[in-house]
């Protein structure tokens, strides 16, 4: 099981622009959109996104990322994954992140397929939301959270004390891999 909290906030902004799509089935798949306030991405893509991660279940990640591509060649900021209890597979572009706390380190997971082991932590997250945000506060949090919302909240939280959550939109998820549940 990969127990996971998503973070969509629009922080200071007037409206929250990011999106994140998500497909729960025997395996977790997700789609993290960042747009900044000058990209433009139409309510006819995301439809597009959002209908292919809700039918990808039965589909090769490659054949998902192949399908997604055309849509997003103009957004440069996105990430798709697919994680279950064994593996995650990422693909990345321009200015979101995925790290994951395994073994008591922080590493920036790289694109393609990483092997998972119970009780490993992942975020994933766009650049605004790494902004005020350093690798010893993500592994701090990481490794005192016993849930994936109290991670969120941890990072929350000094986030918080450094902006007020008052500058762009805020968007994340934390995951972590429960393999005996």
């Not at 994954?81 to 790289?110: C, S, T, W």
């Not at 650049?127 to 109290?150: K, P, W, Y």
């Not at 939280?157 to 998820?173: F, H, K, M, P, Y």
């Not at 934390?174 to 005996?180: E, Q």
Request: proline share 2%.
């Amino acid at each position: 099981m990969i127990e996971n909290y998503i973070l969509m906030h629009k922080g200071g902004q007037e409206e929250y622009r990011d999106n994140i799509f998500v497909n729960y089935s025997s395996s977790l798949t997700m789609a993290m959109l960042y747009l900044p306030l000058e990209s433009e991405f139409s309510v006819t893509d995301e439809a597009s996104v959002a209908a292919l991660v809700q039918g990808s279940s039965k589909m090769r990640f490659i054949d998902l990322s192949e399908s997604i591509y055309p849509i997003l060649t103009n957004l440069r900021n996105y990430m798709l994954i697919r994680i279950d209890d064994k593996h995650i597979e990422i693909e990345r572009h321009g200015k979101v992140f995925a790290y994951i706390v395994q073994n008591g380190e922080l590493k920036m997971l790289p694109n393609g397929m990483t092997s998972l082991e119970d009780g490993d932590r992942l975020i994933c997250c766009t650049g605004e939301f790494m902004r005020c945000l350093n690798d010893i506060a993500i592994l701090s949090d990481a490794v005192i959270a016993d849930s994936a919302e109290e991670w969120m909240d941890n990072l929350v939280c000094r986030i918080s004390d450094r902006n007020r959550l008052s500058e762009g939109n805020l968007t994340a998820v934390t995951m972590i891999v429960r393999s005996g549940d």
